[in-house]
Nanobody, 124 residues
């Protein structure tokens, strides 16, 4: 059983920054690829970023490239999403997820365990 808990969401003005954290427990953290996803009202859940078990390989959606950075600190069982230059279009509930294999993918259906989500609201 794997548990994930997100934190760090909040309200920020356009152009501001936030850092989301996801703490993982229940399994060996480094054995899993990790991803961040988001879902805005009335829209499908979409992939934001993903990172390999080692942290050596990352992927980003086109909408966040150059603005968001995913990283992980395995000794702390934590994965981060640093979000800079935030836009109102980034407003969504952000979810942390883990995959039971080490290969990085961006598909929602590829992930096995999910956190409860944390709200990010960007005002204009």
């Amino acid at each position: 059983q794997v548990q994930l808990v997100e934190s760090g969401g909040g309200l920020v003005r356009a152009g501001g920054s936030l850092r989301l954290s996801c703490v993982v427990s229940g399994r060996t953290f480094s054995s899993y690829a990790m991803g961040w996803f988001r879902q805005a009202p009335g829209k499908e859940r979409e992939s934001v970023a993903a990172i390999s078990w080692s942290g050596a390989f990352t992927k980003y959606s086109d909408s966040v490239k150059g603005r968001f950075t995913i990283s992980r600190a395995n000794a702390k069982n934590t994965v981060y999403l640093q979000m800079n230059s935030l836009k109102p279009a980034d407003t969504a509930v952000y979810y942390c997820a883990s995959r039971s294999v080490t290969i990085v993918t961006m598909g929602v259906g590829d992930y096995d365990y999910w956190g409860q989500g944390t709200q990010v609201t960007v005002s204009s």
